[in-house]
């Protein structure tokens, strides 16, 4: 199968967008952005210097009120236009991140796709944020609510979605009249750089959206910045629960969505031949570099039998995952982000083994399509006999790890799951509706899969997340997100 | 080599599209008593391009089962557009019907097995096998009875 063409050709340095204008760096810490398939540098990514991060917040503040009072109608017909523009370029955009991340173009359409649903949900905005009122809280007195934006919002961006993530916020916070400042992945920048171009063509104001590149340095100053009013991240709950602490400190709302370990539970009545392509879509979809990705299966019965049928058909298909470049449209698994992220995964899996995990499919030694360096690849691996207590069972491993555990029945398999410290996204499949709405109502987690594989709500729904997989109150996407970007002013009016 | 990604998919059926554009494209130059159907036929070829490409650009997200929806065998469903110049109409009539039920085959086979995964994608994929199904392959058997 022929590559599909790179949109990435030469090596820029990226600059970044502040006010509107594309302003480069003057910082000397400048990072390669490497193709990780390919391992050829594709970009360059400067590290901003505080005074750099301080003029995007500052920018965004200064935009803010003009911005506010724009008309609800006028601000998302700039959303609109971004609309036509993101459809008018899904390909390049997909390809890039391809490119710099190293998921399939599949994968990558999926993400544009998903990224530009955010967008035509915050079109909506006059009605979603439409406040609510009652007449005659007394005799002759009135009350109401108005949704009121707040100011500038800052949004740290995770490497494993580099496209979609940040328009889990973006739209919805410019929509509602806010002004936003992006701090990219350092490690794949490129889409969200396309993104702010075609922001900027779309006549979104200057001011109104910046994109300062940037490390911890930038996230730190944003966490303690007086003018920011709130700060969306994605990422790991360590650096989550930190961002969590601080913006309390200093009476900032936050939104962190954090690591997952989630739990696939399959009972013996499920349907094996549609289970087993939504549980390799879950394992080891985006390379199982996900939040929403499958970690523990979990297959229930006393039965050998049917434990042995699941167990082989998941192992022999995972074993056939063809993995390569994902510009290549037959590849279904690309390679891991980066080489810390494949030596991450290589130390789980000695972890397993030395713990006592059976190794049923190894993929430390990857076998690739195409001629290219193993670096950051690693195949579908698989172990099973896992417990709960084992490091592989309990720690994300956030790569194309399965860790298979055998329990007598759904009750077992229920508790085993709410044991974990992590409550993403958690799956059941089966036939039974019995069963699936009883772990509906009991499983601890904030995104619950009947019969399907990767739970992931759509724009108009919240992304939710339990336990140490989420840090606030209101999440991202829906309605949630909606009253994350605005406050509740109440009036209560009484003419005499 | 089997085609597993909806993407693969998505270009094979394109170039099965445009493979019977251009076969009817030929028809209409070597047997020009009824061109316009031909013509239409490949205008109709395009507007299934489009219709698939639109349901996958519209319907792919990453958390459905895009990599993993398919099981097809390309070879099944290939054929030669090349037409002899000294082949009668009858039997180019049959080659095409013969084509016909090769692409009518691959699109039920598709839906087949996309149906539980890929939503808008299977339906498409349905609503091009009824089509021809209904529409193509009678006129292609309408015409050669007309032949014979």
Not at chain 1, 261 to 266: G, H, L, P, Q, S
Request: glycine share 8%; with cysteine; net charge negative.
């Amino acid at each position: 199968m022929a590559i599909l063409e790179e949109p990435i050709k030469e090596v820029e340095k990226l600059k970044n967008y502040v006010n509107g204008e594309w302003v480069e760096s003057k910082s000397d810490e400048i990072l390669d952005i490497i193709n990780p398939a390919t391992q050829k540098v594709i970009s360059k990514v400067p590290m901003s210097t505080p005074d750099e991060v301080n003029e995007a917040i500052t920018a965004a503040k200064e935009a803010y009120p003009e911005w506010r009072t724009t008309t609800p109608l006028a601000r998302v017909r700039c959303l609109f236009r971004l609309k036509e523009l993101l459809e008018e370029n899904f390909e390049q955009l997909s390809r890039v991140q391809t490119q710099e991340h190293g998921k399939t173009i599949d994968e990558s359409r999926g993400e544009t796709r998903r990224g530009i649903e955010m967008v035509e949900v915050g079109t909506g905005i006059p009605s979603l944020m439409m406040g609510y009122n009652l007449e005659d809280i007394a005799t002759g007195i009135d009350e109401y609510v108005i949704y009121q934006p707040l100011g500038v919002f800052g949004h740290i961006a995770p490497f494993n979605f580099p496209f979609m993530v940040p328009l889990w916020f973006s739209p919805f916070a410019m929509a509602t009249g806010n002004t936003f400042v992006v701090k990219p992945s350092p490690r794949d920048p490129i889409s969200q750089v396309k993104l702010a171009e075609l922001v900027d063509e779309a006549g979104i104001p200057p001011g109104v959206y910046n994109v300062v590149h940037g490390g911890v340095d930038t996230a730190s100053i944003f966490m303690e910045h007086p003018d920011i009013k709130g700060i969306t991240f994605v990422g790991s709950t360590k650096v989550g629960k930190d961002i969590y602490k601080k913006c309390g400190e200093t009476g900032k709302r936050v939104i962190a969505q954090t690591s997952a370990k989630n739990f696939m539970v399959v009972m013996p009545d499920a349907d094996i031949a549609a289970t087993i392509p939504a549980l390799m879509t879950s394992f080891f979809g985006n390379t199982g570099q996900r939040c929403l990705s499958g970690a523990n299966l979990v297959i229930v019965g006393k039965d050998d039998t049917s434990y042995n049928k699941v167990l082989d058909a998941f192992v022999d298909t995972a074993s056939k995952i063809r993995v390569g470049y994902g510009l290549d449209e037959s590849i279904q698994m690309g390679p891991m982000q980066s080489i810390d992220g494949k030596e991450r995964v290589l130390g789980y899996i000695e972890k397993g083994i030395a713990e006592g995990a059976k190794l049923l499919l190894d993929g430390r030694t990857p076998t690739i399509i195409g001629d290219y360096p193993e670096t950051c690849f690693v195949n579908p691996t698989v172990f099973s006999d896992v417990t709960p207590n084992m490091t592989i069972a309990k720690e994300e491993i956030f790569g194309p790890v399965a860790s298979v555990m055998r329990v007598k029945d759904l009750d077992e398999a229920i508790e085993t799951a709410n044991g974990s410290n992590f409550g993403n996204a958690n799956a059941i499949f089966t036939s039974s509706g019995k069963a699936a709405r009883e772990f509906q109502y009991r499983i601890e987690t904030g995104n619950v899969g009947i019969n399907i594989g990767i739970v992931a709500p759509m724009a108009f729904f919240p992304f939710s997340g339990m336990k140490d997989s989420f840090f606030g109150v209101l999440h991202g996407q829906g309605k949630d997100v909606i009253r994350f970007f605005t406050e509740s002013k109440v009036v209560i009016q009484r003419w005499l | 080599m089997k085609l597993n990604t909806a993407s693969e998919v998505i270009s094979f059926t394109k170039k099965l599209e445009e493979d019977s554009a251009t076969l009817y494209k030929e028809f209409s130059r070597k047997f020009a008593q009824d061109k316009d159907v031909f013509l239409s036929f490949a205008k109709e070829n395009e507007k299934n391009i489009i219709q698939v490409e639109r349901a996958y650009y519209g319907v792919i997200s990453d958390a459905i089962e895009g990599c993993f929806a398919f099981n097809i065998n390309p070879e099944k469903y290939s054929f030669n557009t090349e037409l002899a110049e000294k082949d009668s109409y009858s039997k180019a009539l049959n080659k095409a019907i013969e084509i016909e039920e090769k692409i009518i085959k691959f699109y039920s086979d598709a839906v087949e097995q996309s149906k539980s995964f890929l939503a808008d994608i299977p339906r498409a994929f349905k609503m091009i096998a009824k089509k021809r199904e209904n529409n193509r392959r009678i006129e292609l058997k309408s015409l050669l009875s007309k032949e014979e």
